[in-house]
T-cell receptor
Framework: NAGVTQTPKFQVLKTGQSMTLQCAQDMNHEYMSWYRQDPGMGLRLIHYSVGAGITDQGEVPNGYNVSRSTTEDFPLRLLSAAPSQTSVYFC????????????????FGPGTRLTVL | TQLLEQSPQFLSIQEGENLTVYCNSSSVFSSLQWYRQEPGEGPVLLVTVVTGGEVKKLKRLTFQFGDARKDSSLHITAAQPGDTGLYLCAGADNYGQNFVFGPGTRLSVLP
């Protein structure tokens, strides 16, 4: 298994440009999430999905869109990039060790480092 | 809003020393996780604690969940340079579907 993969690894955008960060997992996990990590602030949840066709907002969703058309893929779209979106973005997938229970173990991708000029 | 605080923010010690880092909140969490993150990589799960007062050991690492499930500690015995990294705690939110992360403790173990 490749686990959780993210592309690209690095990206530089100009203010106002749009782009999509890709995330894929091959572990058949129902739960997937997007986080951003900024210095001194830990990881903050942007959007998450509890299954194909279902998405919801996290703590900092403004300026980002997501979709979940398949179990494997969970792309994150930046609609009009702003310097405040300069960050490292992590995708995670998770499962629950108990049938029908809450997700517990999260597996993170290697991250995408985004700079918006 | 559930928030997690971690202390200390930075810690630099010599190889062989013991250390404890803390994760605190005013909120109750149904479970709490500890992750280690190395530069340029995503966080890797170390342990999940669920029951108040629970203690789990992972080789030289000992994790404890507070009785009231509001805080946790990570104790490392005889630290090694390989323990260097960012240690993050994360608590399951009220719905149990997502996790709130603390800001992390950056540990540096010098040889």
């Amino acid at each position: 298994n490749a686990g959780v993969t993210q592309t690209p690894k690095f990206q530089v955008l100009k203010t106002g440009q749009s782009m999509t960060l890709q995330c894929a997992q091959d572990m058949n996990h129902e739960y997937m999430s997007w986080y951003r990590q900024d210095p001194g602030m830990g990881l903050r949840l942007i959007h998450y999905s509890v299954g194909a066709g279902i998405t919801d907002q996290g703590e900092v969703p403004n300026g980002y869109n997501v979709s979940r058309s398949t179990t494997e893929d969970f792309p994150l779209r930046l609609l009009s990039a702003a310097p405040s979106q300069t960050s490292v973005y992590f995708c995670a997938s998770s499962y629950s060790s108990t049938a029908g229970g809450s997700p517990d173990t999260q597996y993170f991708g290697p991250g995408t480092r985004l700079t918006v000029l | 809003t559930q928030l997690l605080e971690q202390s200390p923010q930075f810690l630099s010690i010599q190889e062989g020393e013991n250390l404890t880092v803390y994760c605190n909140s005013s909120s109750v969490f149904s479970s709490l996780q500890w992750y280690r993150q190395e530069p340029g990589e995503g966080p890797v799960l170390l342990v999940t604690v669920v029951t108040g007062g629970e203690v789990k050991k992972l080789k030289r690492l000992t994790f404890q969940f507070g009785d009231a499930r509001k805080d946790s500690s990570l104790h490392i015995t005889a630290a090694q340079p390989g323990d260097t990294g960012l240690y993050l705690c994360a608590g399951a939110d009220n719905y149990g579907q997502n996790f709130v992360f603390g800001p992390g403790t950056r540990l540096s173990v010098l040889p």
